[in-house]
């Protein structure tokens, strides 16, 4: 097993807290990909680069958008067409106005780039008003009307289409939130969002598109973006009522942040857009308020509210709202792991007997997510080399491990009914005998099998005293 230790002293990127700036570099297309289109024949394509690709550029998709006007579009489509044969692309077509070009890259370890090229009038189902900036390629900037621009250095979210909402096009509007990092909706596309019938558009929605939308925000940019706005306009305690719940809820009276505050920034906290992670990070202290000690009364000051085993309520809360939304059984074990062991090796009663019990019984992939939990929190960021938790997590586990490949008496060729057969009456001798002959094995002094052993037995019989004193 390679190490641990090694796989994870990397240092990981600190991620810091920003205010809202649109015109930094994640809202622009790579040099090395831009670059690698120039060096192609169809490069006339990047004076097309739509505000489409904002939402990917932002989550480090490799994924452009190209508005193509006719006959550009056409001319395009047969050049792809005649250099299919001859480059490491594949074409798909999507619909007579648009296809979608994949470029696999040979001994790269990147995703594949996906090029998307359409005809300026194909706009998804739902259209913001940064989906209409283009990108200057020779200036290296985002243009396009005076509006779209005032939206895109603002981060606001504006509505173009369709005019009104219902609440299936809203969540979706919402998760753009998320994805474009955008603190703010536009006071007419606000006013759309609040004419909503929430109540009776809810029965209407599948619980796949409902699942669906919160994977896209536990895996954006920034998820609790969209899940504010989902508060805010009443639609989070129609999809997550258990989160909705614990707001106004406080952890303790000198706390910035309430409970439901504290769960979203915990799901920011982790860096990597991977969803187990960040769906354990924010339902890990949901619990809380609901596993108070009962030592606690009205007298005692909140700072000193003790919870007790909130791991497990929080593990509970999790389990439930994850199978409502019916996330695949292997996605909802790793989330319950993750909660249920979050704080184990922090507390202070936890023994080395009891950490080498746990390691014994989880898998190298689940030792893994939990490193990665930890790693992945703000707090950990910091930390060079490994927490020191984390390390005698790895060396117990590691130690474990070894353990389990040494050899063991029952991994021996020969067993108590075979010393028998040699006349030997059971009792303490037979365990002296397998012990004496399992060290030899082990320093190679002695071959496992049968008749060597049986042979090395016979002598040990014949003269106790000198080997057994």
Known sequence: MTS?????????????????????????PKKEILQFIESKPYNIILNFISGQSLKYLKNDLPVLVFSIPSPHFENTLKLFKELSNKNTFNIEKVSNSSFKVIQTFEHNSHKDLHLIIQKPSIYPKILISVDRLYFDYKKKQWKGYPQDLSDFYNGTLRIIKPERLNLKTAMNLLVYSSLLNFNYIAPDTREKLLQINLENEFKTLQTEFIRNQFSKIMTSYKPSRSLLFLEEFGILKLILPELSSVKNYKLKENYKNDLFYHCIYN????????????????????????????????????????????????????QKILKRLQFPKSLIEKVDFLIRYDQFFHSSVITEKSLRKFVRKISEDELKNLIQFKLYERKNYLYTPLPPQIRKLIYLYEDEKLKEKELKIKDLKIKGEDLKSLEIPPGPLYGKILRYLLEKVKKNELANEKDVLLEEAKKLVFDQEKFFQ
């Open 4 to 28: 641990f230790y090694l796989k994870f002293c990397l240092i990981l990127p600190i991620m810091q807290e920003l205010p809202f700036i649109s015109d930094d570099e994640m809202f622009y």
């Open 267 to 318: 799901s920011d906290s982790i860096s990597q857009p991977i969803l187990h992670l960040r769906i354990a990070a924010l339902f890990k202290d949901i619990g809380k308020q609901n596993s108070i000690s009962s030592m606690n009364d009205n007298k005692m000051n909140d700072n000193k509210k003790k919870y007790v085993n909130y791991d497990f309520v929080s593990a509970y809360i999790a």
